[in-house]
Nanobody, 125 residues
Framework: QVQLVEAGGGLVQAGGSLRLSCAAS????????MGWFRQAPGKEREFVSA????????HYKDSVKGRFTISRDDAKNTVYLQMNSRKPEDTAVYYC??????????????????WGKGTLVTVSS
């Protein structure tokens, strides 16, 4: 089982860009589908984006399509989330997740048991 550590959070002005990274320990990273979730203050955690193992098919929450890009580098055991054109409503703690079953990623993450500790992203208006 992999362990995940996020990095790259911080304060950014609206319209700005930020790239999050999630480094995984272990030798089986390429066997996992990877994804990002976020939780804003007072709100439930929500799916943001995911990328499949092997062929790298990507999935996005509608509100981030065209602004966020997920990618992975299996040689570095790392998944990235490039966030452009940031909006104040993007403010949240962003969590990295890993799963062997993509359906668990796309259905809200309740059945996922591999999570990072999160990184805070704040977008100022």
């Amino acid at each position: 089982q992999v362990q995940l550590v996020e990095a790259g959070g911080g304060l950014v002005q609206a319209g700005g860009s930020l790239r999050l990274s999630c480094a995984a320990s272990g030798r089986t990273f390429s066997e996992y589908h990877m994804g990002w979730f976020r939780q804003a203050p007072g709100k439930e955690r929500e799916f943001v984006s995911a990328i499949t193992r092997a062929d790298g098919t990507t999935h996005y929450k509608d509100s981030v399509k065209g602004r966020f890009t997920i990618s992975r580098d299996d040689a570095k055991n790392t998944v990235y989330l490039q966030m452009n054109s940031r909006k104040p409503e993007d403010t949240a703690v962003y969590y990295c997740a890993a799963t062997r079953l993509m359906l668990t990623m796309l259905s809200g993450g309740l059945l996922i048991n591999i999570w990072g500790k999160g990184t805070l992203v704040t977008v100022s208006s």
